[in-house]
């Protein structure tokens, strides 16, 4: 099994929502974050002084998949959540060592 | 039934205007006693629109400060106007309007006499026929002196402590605004120069505008403001509050202009308040509009405070003469206003003045704008305007200065580092205006 974490831009949850239900995700952790990244944030102006907004408004998006689905899911996020412009996100994948579904104690992949 | 409901009121219509019609025969003037009543009505209005300007300005201070001071803000604002009510009762109306009562001819009227009203059911023999009863006069000026209170308020909001602003205020409204306002509108000296000031852009704003400037400059910035030699801007709580408490201040503004006629018995007086009203609505236009492109043009995006701070420099700016301009004057000099808040916020920033919500570039440069502008439609000079602007420059500015400095040396007038930055909410008041919001 594996962990995917993923950072998106907060508008195109929808759309990767969607495109990772009907590639067979049953389940995903969300979680509105704010960070930064090489962007380094960006300066807006209030009142006519300039000021820098270090941490952008994120999505953390995590999904635990079995480890044959894991390449497909982060395919389908990279090309969903893509804009081409600053400020996309990043994906890491993690190994999940064990998976507990706590209402019948399935264990593992039969608890994705 | 409800056609006789509606019957009743619509013959009161008809007998009205008959119950002059004998004198207006004669003179072509409706009778003084209707003169009386109308002029009267006028000040009532004009009265309780201004008096909503104080819950403007509640609500553009409270939009402009951060979550952790909007309680305090609003016992500021609440708490100003109340005293503000009783100071004048107290000393105010009558050392502004002395009639032959001056202690110093034309420069400082009486103290320690409190405003008596008409006795009940005043008969017409003993009313001031040819103007209008005492209680609608008393309260319509009252409400002015609130509106330079509030001023100062929003300039020193986020760090200075509760009671020696509000002893601040018991000054500036019971002492220092009369005797200032006596000189023009209680026939004191600027009025015979010849200065002229309809409804208060000089002797309303600017006033409230320089006692705002002095207490920013002996207060200090809020701590971060000013860091490194780069300014931090801190953005207000609830930018639709603030808009809110804008649009209140732009209706507020009709009774504040128009009410400033004074006078609405005649075919032309009322035409007259009509014209102030238009002028004063196409000020305010003009002033958002200038800002919103200003902005625009200068940040590449809009800036919604300044917009709300153009609005409300526009009104401030038609304010010294709102009748006599075409309505294409009006657009251009509340224009002009809206031009110099967008500049002058920056400007103050360089200076490292912490004005939280631009109280001083809408309220004092605008002012001074504003009876500048005069010249252009109104009968003034620009020496005289000129004088009348020094005037209440030099004697507010000074005077502030020195009772600010008395008041940071004996009270002392700014909360502690600490209490600043856990806000006045919780320091000061032991209450919050959003308790139930997460700290952020």
Do not use: C
């Not at chain 1, 099994?1 to 907060?10: E, H, Q, S």
């Not at chain 2, 909007?70 to 005293?83: D, E």
């Not at chain 2, 940040?299 to 075409?326: C, F, H, Q, R, W």
């Not at chain 2, 500015?397 to 009270?411: E, N, R």
Request: charged share 15%; hydrophobic share 50%; glycine share 12%.
């Amino acid at each position: 099994m594996k962990l995917i974490i993923a950072t998106i831009k907060p508008f195109k949850l929808e759309e990767v929502r969607e495109a990772l239900t009907n590639a067979g995700v049953r389940g995903m952790m969300v979680t509105e974050i704010k960070g930064f990244g090489s962007q380094s944030g960006h300066t807006e102006i209030y009142r006519g002084a300039e000021y820098a907004v270090n941490f952008v408004p994120k999505i953390k998006l995590e999904i635990v998949v079995p480890a044959t689905m894991a390449d497909q899911i982060v395919e389908t996020i990279t090309t969903t959540a893509k804009t081409g412009k600053i400020g996309d996100g990043k994906i890491f994948v993690l190994d999940v060592e064990q998976a507990m579904r706590v209402r019948t104690g399935e264990t593992n992949e039969e608890a994705l | 039934m409800n056609l006789m409901k509606s019957l009743i009121p619509a013959a009161a219509i008809v007998a009205l205007p008959q119950m002059g019609l004998a004198q207006e025969a004669a003179t072509g003037e409706p009778a003084q006693h209707t003169q009386y009543i109308f002029t009267t009505l006028l000040f009532l209005m004009g009265g309780f629109l201004v008096f909503f300007m104080a819950a403007g300005f509640a609500m553009l201070e409270g939009g402009l400060v951060r979550s952790k001071n909007v309680a305090m803000q609003m016992t500021k604002n609440i708490a100003l106007f109340s005293i503000a009510a009783i100071m004048y009762w107290l000393i105010g109306f009558n050392l502004m309007y002395p009639g032959d009562g001056w202690t110093i001819s034309g420069w400082l009227g009486p103290f320690f006499s409190t405003t008596v009203l008409d006795p009940v059911g005043v008969g017409a023999d003993a009313a001031a026929l040819d103007y209008a009863s005492i209680g609608s006069d008393f309260f319509f000026q009252l409400v002015f002196v609130a509106a330079t209170a509030s001023i100062v308020s929003g300039a020193v909001a986020e760090r200075i402590k509760l009671w020696p602003f509000l002893a601040f205020v018991v000054v500036l409204t019971g002492i220092m605004y009369p005797i200032s306002g006596s000189w023009q509108w209680g026939g004191g000296w600027l009025s015979e120069a010849g200065f002229s000031d309809f409804a208060g852009s000089t002797i309303v704003h600017s006033v409230g505008g320089w006692a705002a400037l002095a207490g920013a400059l002996i207060l200090g910035p809020r701590i971060g403001k000013y860091k490194d030699g780069k300014v931090h801007p801190m953005p207000g709580s609830n930018l639709a509050l603030a808009t809110l408490g804008t649009f209140i201040l732009w209706l507020g503004w009709f009774g504040f202009n128009g009410g400033s006629q004074l006078a609405m018995g005649t075919v032309g007086d009322v035409s007259d308040v009509s014209r102030i009203f238009a002028n004063t609505n196409m000020a305010a236009a003009s002033g958002a509009v200038a800002a919103l492109i200003m902005t625009q043009v200068l940040y590449k995006k809009p800036d919604l405070t300044m917009v709300l701070n153009g609005a409300l420099a526009g009104l401030v700016s038609i304010t010294a003469e709102p009748l006599a301009p075409t309505l294409f004057g009006a657009l251009w000099i509340g224009a002009v206003g809206g031009i110099i808040v967008v500049f002058a916020v920056p400007m103050l920033d360089k200076f490292k003045i912490d004005d939280v919500v631009g109280a001083i570039p809408v309220h004092l440069f605008a002012g001074i704008w504003g009876t500048i502008a005069v010249i252009f439609y109104g009968e003034a000079s620009l020496i005289t305007q000129l004088t009348g602007i020094i005037a209440y420059g030099v004697f507010t500015f000074v005077g502030a200065l020195i009772l600010w400095t008395i008041l940071k040396s004996t009270m002392g007038i700014r909360v502690s580092e600490e209490d600043e930055i856990n806000g006045l909410d919780m320091a000061e008041l032991g209450m919050e205006a959003y308790p139930e919001f997460s700290k952020g």
